[in-house]
């Protein structure tokens, strides 16, 4: 392996979006087929989904969303977490989540998980993928009418404590998926997650390298100081929104992970439909610094 090939393999590039389709008409499914072409292309080592796929957990949408996702890639190259209209009514497992079992299995042993009527698999899930460890937690809970809020719950806080000391020991860089955005006030309190002073404790305490989210339908960036240097929190857009007045057009982030002197160097690249020419090109780029 020359030096530039073997530079390459300690790169890792993670793909993640906010996926949501068919959400009404403003969302489209040749958007976010625009969106996963892009992604394909670019071939990121992994991509994360941060949710939601579906509209409001219909039968029909989940059969569609287990066949979408089958067609753009393969369960070990796609890491899923559900959102809150993933379970936006009660139904059960077998009927929803489970066509999307596979994209949410992981692959180290996790002592204390959390499982549901509606999400049998369980949470948190590892995935160890060379150097980076991608942790996915659910806060999808059926919620009243108009509430899109979300809940970790004390089981999955604990064991996110656990495996982010274990995972940073074991020298990993430690990725979050979470469909809600993890810090205080980041969403209106009906949308907002439930937990999310205790998930702060929880980062706070032992640290974290990314943390991926969705839900706003914005980019964001945000910081939280941890006991282990800084924690980056970053939201992206829906993958299939065509244009609105509030959000903008569907889009989603290249992340390289890097370990460089003893550090972990984490570059951005924001990609974004453009409905004029309806391609998908590279909006911006820049380091997150640690
Ligand atoms: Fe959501």
Partial sequence: MGSARRDFALKRTIGVMNWRLNRHRLHSPAVAL????????????HVALTGDIVNVAAREEFVAAGRWMKAFGAPDWI???????????????EDGLAHLEPYMLGDMRVPLTQETPQI???FPYVRLRRNVALIGLSTAVPQPLHRAAGILGRTQLDSLSYLLSDLRERGYARVLMIHHPPLPGLASPRKALF????L?????AQGAELVLHGHNHE????TLNSRFGTVHVLGVPSASLVESEHHPVAGWNLYRIQRQAGKWQIEVTIRSFDPASRQVSRLTDFALSS
Avoid: C, K
């Fill in 120 to 122: 049998a698999a369980p």
């Fill in 200 to 204: 702060r404790d929880v980062l706070e």
């Fill in 219 to 222: 980019h964001m960036l945000n």
């Fill in 79 to 93: 890491s899923f977490v559900p959102g809150n209209h993933d379970t936006y009514v009660r139904m059960n497992w």
């Fill in 195 to 198: 937990d999310a002073g205790q």
């Fill in 34 to 45: 625009a969106i996963a072409a892009d992604i394909v292309r670019n071939a990121p080592d």
